[in-house]
């Protein structure tokens, strides 16, 4: 008995890191909606609560966010003390405008490296490319799993929702950066808000064969996907879309196992105009 309590004492004196598979990883993809008055009953004061408990409970290892201003990045990362966000703002490059951040859980992983690019023919640059309306970024960072010891390349973004060629050049730009970027037998996570639905160009050209590509989490789930294909609401729950323009893609040594358009709603609230989607991953030959 006494041997049995040393052992359940070890057990639960373990990270929470040490105790999951190594091989398993979760990936969730969210745009919060920047904080505007015109909200008004679905502003973010109103919501910042059931966002970032959301994410809390679902506890994913990496989150990607888009339309965060400044002010949403102090709450998201008040709110969420155990991840650590990477990521600057798209109208100058530091502090002004909406941040896309990276985020990944400190108890897991290791920083490495990050960044953050323009989708823009001058991608060091703060600025528009193409017919894009606003300025569009990635945000990027290079983890090393405290447990595994792997390496996983992690890309977050938020396409215009305006110029088609800006999405496309775009996903072309991304696909090309993962290609000169992506390091030998490194894992390849790629989310975010896309603004194209599964039949538009710019999806087709992340997914196309050839190098940098990727494939999507909704179509390979291991188990079939739950809840509304659309990720896209306007803040009626009713009236979702009726194709995902929020996406979660994977280099190929990832399985996956479970994916989800996750409608959680307080009162007939939503956290946000968006639903996050949220993938289960497994890396290697173990799955």
């Not at 008995?1 to 598979?21: D, H, N, S, T």
């Not at 990050?114 to 528009?128: A, C, D, I, R, Y």
């Not at 194209?196 to 064969?209: D, F, G, L, M, Q």
Request: hydrophobic fraction near 45%; charged fraction near 20%; proline fraction near 7%.
């Amino acid at each position: 008995m006494r041997l049995l309590l040393i052992l359940l004492a070890a057990l639960f004196a373990l990270p929470a890191a040490a105790k999951e598979r190594a091989d398993r990883y979760s990936a969730m993809t969210y745009n919060i909606r920047l904080d505007i008055a015109s909200d008004g009953d679905n502003a973010w004061p109103h919501r910042r609560t059931a966002l970032t408990g959301l994410v809390a409970y679902f506890a994913p290892d990496l989150v990607g966010m888009q339309e965060v201003l400044p002010h949403q990045k102090q709450a998201v990362e008040a709110d969420l003390p155990a991840y650590h966000f990477v990521g600057v703002a798209r109208d100058d490059g530091r502090d002004k405008g909406e941040y896309s951040p990276l985020g990944f859980r400190r108890d897991r992983f290791a920083l490495i490296a990050s960044g953050t690019f323009w989708l823009s023919p001058t991608p060091e640059v703060p600025g528009k490319g193409w017919d894009a309306a606003y300025p569009r970024i990635a945000s990027w960072a290079r983890l090393k799993d405290k447990a595994a010891k792997r390496s996983l390349l992690i890309v977050n973004t938020h396409m215009d929702h305006v110029g088609m060629t800006a999405r496309l050049e775009g996903a072309r730009q991304i696909r090309r950066w993962i290609a000169s970027q992506r390091k030998a037998g490194e894992t390849l996570v790629l989310m975010g808000d896309f603004n194209s639905p599964t039949n538009s160009p710019a999806y087709a050209a992340i997914v196309e064969p050839g190098a940098g590509a990727l494939r999507d989490t909704l179509t390979i789930s291991r188990t079939p996907h739950f809840g509304p294909l659309g990720t896209f609401t306007a803040f009626k729950i009713a009236q979702v879309e009726p194709a995902p323009i929020d996406h979660i893609f994977v280099s190929d040594d990832v399985t996956v196992l479970r994916h989800a358009t996750l409608t959680q709603q307080i009162g007939g609230k939503l956290p946000s105009d968006h639903y996050p989607v949220l993938a289960d991953l497994c890396v290697g030959k173990g799955c």
